[in-house]
């Protein structure tokens, strides 16, 4: 029996941050999230009352920056009207028993991306996409700046309203906040500890397994073969900088990650030239995404190492990355309780999927 048509169950541990394992099961009509039913995307290029499409630049918050220019703009960068931090936080940190609250200061900013108000990113120019990129680079080195207590500096996107964008024109976030999230110290700090071990970044070595890689398993018992693992199998979009890879334990089912071939820890240090490589990565994987699934509603966000003194000396173990999470299906009472993502499609046959599209046919 070929590995193709054998159902996996196994749990697979991250490598980087082993307690964010992932279930994946296979067995056919295997269901356990609901599946979120594909929304038709909003592909109008202008809609009168969208606070964000050129025109109503009175509906918004003022500009903060914009590219070129503000009266001819392309992107548009604007506090956000509804911030989830502020800047006019008075509330000292309190500690009261095993209450302990730390002030919800930050800046929160929306970066409109494209004036076309329903673009999907595979649509967008290679050069236009740079200068998103470039833009965020620009808010978070501003940001962090502007401000000591601003321990970490997130850009993000939410595409589609499985995906929690509550405006439908395309737009991405820059929030600032006085606190490093979890799920980057849980990098950070996990890849140093690798590098102490074998000097060496582990998303580098990650790379590599990506990019030399071939083994065969056998089962012990039967001498069957339990897996296969090819060179360039997680391997969705390469270029001369960056590489798309499919996790090997991917949360969601579409999950893909973007690396830059050269180390790197600091995605504000990328130049422009790699940015555009980045570009044309990002707009080809989105591209394969949507031939594959349609549609397809995600979050992406940057992961980058946090500035400040104490990360330092995480310059050579951390490597930035931007990871693109499709939302396919909503997550159940299992994978909340259990922290346990369960991903019913394997990664390799996603990744076969993605890699097998046509791309002359889209683009
Ligand atoms: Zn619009
Ligand atoms: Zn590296
Ligand atoms: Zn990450």
Redesign the pocket.
């Known amino acids: 029996m070929s590995h193709e048509d054998k159902s996996i169950r196994e749990i697979r541990i991250d490598p980087i941050v082993p307690c964010n394992s992932v279930l994946v099961a296979t067995a056919r009509g295997m269901r356990p999230r609901k599946q979120e039913d594909p929304a038709p995307r909003d592909t109008r290029k202008h809609v009168e009352t969208c606070p964000f499409c050129r025109g109503n630049e009175d509906k918004t918050p003022p500009t903060i920056t914009a590219y070129p220019d503000e009266n001819n703009w392309n992107i548009r960068v604007v506090e956000n009207l509804y911030p989830v931090l502020g800047e006019d936080n008075t509330q000292d940190n309190l500690t009261f028993g095993l209450q302990q609250t730390i002030e919800g200061y930050g800046r929160h900013e929306v970066i409109i991306d494209h004036p076309s108000h329903g673009i999907a990113i595979h649509e967008m120019d290679i050069d236009h996409l740079a200068m998103v990129f470039k833009s965020y680079q620009d808010r978070m080195s501003d940001l962090y700046n502007s401000d000591p207590r601003l321990k970490y500096v997130l850009a993000f996107k939410n595409f589609g309203p499985a995906a929690g964008a509550s405006i439908p024109h395309t737009h991405s976030q820059i929030i600032a906040m006085p606190v490093v999230p979890e799920n980057l110290y849980n990098e950070v700090h996990n890849s140093s500890k690798y590098y102490k071990k074998h000097h060496r970044?582990i998303?580098?070595s990650l790379i590599d397994e990506a990019l030399t890689y071939e083994a065969t398993i056998y089962d012990r018992e039967s001498g069957e073969v339990r897996r296969k693992i090819n060179v360039g199998q997680y391997v969705i979009e390469k270029n001369k900088y960056f590489v798309a890879i499919k996790p090997f334990a991917s949360r969601y089912e579409w999950e893909i990650h973007i690396l830059p071939l050269n180390?790197e820890a600091d995605y504000m240090r990328a130049p422009e030239n790699e940015l555009q490589a980045f570009a044309e990565v990002l707009k080809k994987s989105m591209a394969r995404l949507e031939q594959v699934i349609g549609g397809a509603q995600y979050n992406y966000f940057l992961h980058s190492i946090p500035h400040g003194s104490d990360y330092n000396d995480c310059s050579p173990s951390y490597?930035w990355h931007l990871e693109i999470c499709p939302r396919t299906s909503i997550p159940s009472g299992f994978e909340l309780g259990s922290g346990l993502f369960v991903n019913t499609i394997s990664p390799e046959d996603a990744a076969e999927k993605l890699r097998s599209v046509d791309l002359s046919d889209i683009l």
């Open positions: 970044c998303f580098c180390h490597h």
